[in-house]
């Protein structure tokens, strides 16, 4: 009586999301980020819409302009969202400052505090994401 050796399973191949797929073809996160940059649009496109996420900042419609701009015949209108940690939940005084100014100089002034332990600055536009932010960002 004799045995036959058998191959191995197969592993069932497991569907990537789109937003993996787009991981994976991105030049480690970097995508068409820095070309984007210098382009003259008001938004990324889809695929860099989706990195730059990994980099802390997430692109927006204007939800309090989209009734008027939708009534007026006009396209979204963008701004971004940009997360910091607060590392071990606590900020000092000092940071605070800092993150509330960047907030009223670069963003709409708009800044919260979630309960991940992290702040959201709101109100970001694509002329503050061209410009270098200064050092004090390492606040963030």
């Given at each position: 009586?004799?045995?036959?050796?058998?191959?191995?399973?197969?592993?069932?191949?497991?569907?990537?999301?789109?937003?993996?797929?787009?991981?994976?073809?991105?030049?480690?996160?970097?995508?068409?980020?820095?070309?984007?940059?210098?382009?003259?649009?008001?938004?990324?496109?889809?695929?860099?819409?989706?990195?730059?996420?990994?980099?802390?900042?997430?692109?927006?419609?204007?939800?309090?302009?989209?009734?008027?701009?939708?009534?007026?015949?006009?396209?979204?209108?963008?701004?971004?969202?940009v997360r910091c940690k607060i590392p071990g939940g606590r900020v000092s005084a000092d940071q605070y400052l800092v993150v509330d100014d960047l907030a009223s100089k670069y963003g709409s002034g708009t800044l919260r505090i979630t309960t991940r332990q992290g702040f959201q600055l709101h109100g970001f536009s694509r002329r503050t994401s061209r410009r270098p932010l200064p050092a004090s960002t390492a606040a963030c």
């Amino acid at each position: 009586m004799s045995i036959e050796p058998t191959s191995p399973a197969a592993e069932p191949q497991v569907k990537r999301s789109a937003v993996e797929l787009i991981k994976e073809n991105s030049q480690q996160l970097r995508g068409t980020i820095a070309l984007e940059l210098v382009q003259d649009t008001d938004h990324f496109n889809e695929q860099d819409k989706q990195l730059i996420k990994f980099h802390g900042f997430y692109q927006q419609d204007d939800r309090d302009a989209r009734k008027d701009r939708h009534r007026e015949g006009a396209g979204k209108a963008y701004n971004f969202m940009v997360r910091c940690k607060i590392p071990g939940g606590r900020v000092s005084a000092d940071q605070y400052l800092v993150v509330d100014d960047l907030a009223s100089k670069y963003g709409s002034g708009t800044l919260r505090i979630t309960t991940r332990q992290g702040f959201q600055l709101h109100g970001f536009s694509r002329r503050t994401s061209r410009r270098p932010l200064p050092a004090s960002t390492a606040a963030c």
